[in-house]
């Protein structure tokens, strides 16, 4: 995908024309050719977008507005239907683009599946990087009913790929005992259901590596984020999300990219899901990217 052919439909609110003198590139990775259960998610990263025209520009969080940095929205990477494969080939191919012009990737997606060649590449450009996962779900298999492409297995994979002791998950309330036991006998950390109280303890042994951090929307509670394509009860609220990702950005830690997932529209007629999603964006946008 080149940057000058990039989706010239809908952007996200506020996104800058022009890519070299962007900070950051916003994508989407419209996949969810290997989910398990309800697919949908390929249509998150448009209705995001869409949806993102009600947001304010100013976040009193952060005391920081959208006009204060630069982002290219590139719209969706063209991805083959149906080809998980080459799907993945492309998406790190795409990021690996997008970090060699020195931008900030922040994608949306699609399945979590999507995740696991973005962070491939960002440990190519950043060999000591650690990883911080929120989510419902362990994602630790090293397969689905014999497929090892699937969106339950990338924290599996980026996990055996970089070290266990470097991917860090939290607010995980679902999950194959096995996967549990995994994370246990090699060293990853899980915390189990909570997110902001634990990871407030993790940052400062984390403070000035490079830090890649992906959300599952699925780690709020179904009652906050109906429309995805797993919902899990006994999740997190939005308000605790959204306390975790300006603790991140304001801890020690360098980000140096990041991604929200797993956002299925068709589910919530309400859009109530992807509004949140697209607030998390915000956020993202203005607490990480210096």
């Not at 419902?136 to 298999?141: E, P, S, V, Y």
């Not at 470097?166 to 990853?188: H, L, T």
């Not at 189990?192 to 984390?206: A, C, S």
């Not at 992906?214 to 429309?227: F, K, M, S």
Request: with cysteine; glycine share 8%; net charge negative.
């Amino acid at each position: 995908m080149r940057f000058d052919e990039a989706y010239a439909g809908n952007v996200f609110i506020k996104s800058h024309a022009n890519f070299e003198e962007s900070q950051v590139v916003l994508y989407g990775m419209p996949m969810d050719w290997t989910v398990s259960f309800r697919p949908g998610s390929r249509f998150g990263p448009a209705r995001i977008r869409e949806v993102s025209v009600g947001l304010e520009e100013y976040s009193a969080y952060l005391d920081r507005e959208l006009e204060d940095i630069k982002y290219y929205d590139a719209g969706d990477i063209p991805l083959p239907f149906g080809n998980p494969q080459k799907s993945i080939d492309i998406i790190e191919d795409f990021v690996d683009q997008v970090l060699a012009a020195g931008k900030f990737p922040l994608g949306m997606g699609g399945e979590h599946l999507v995740s696991w060649p973005v962070m491939k590449a960002m440990y190519k450009k950043y060999p000591d990087l650690a990883i911080i996962h929120f989510d419902a779900h362990t994602d630790l298999r090293e397969e689905y009913e014999g497929e090892p492409l699937s969106h339950s297995t990338p924290i599996r994979k980026i996990a055996e790929h970089i070290g266990p002791s470097n991917v860090y998950s939290f607010g995980i309330r679902s999950g194959m005992k096995e996967e549990f036991e995994w994370a246990k006998q090699n060293g990853m950390h899980i915390s189990k259901f909570e997110v902001l109280e634990p990871l407030k303890e993790i940052l400062p042994t984390l403070a000035g590596r490079p830090v890649y951090v992906t959300i599952d929307i699925d780690v709020l509670d179904p009652a906050h984020a109906p429309g995805t394509g797993t919902v899990d009860c006994g999740g997190i609220t939005s308000k605790e999300l959204l306390a975790s990702i300006h603790a991140i950005a304001r801890s020690e830690v360098n980000v140096v990219g990041g991604d929200l997932v797993e956002v299925a529209p068709i589910y919530d007629p309400s859009e109530q899901t992807a509004n949140t999603a697209s607030k998390l964006i915000r956020e993202m946008l203005l607490g990480w990217v210096k």
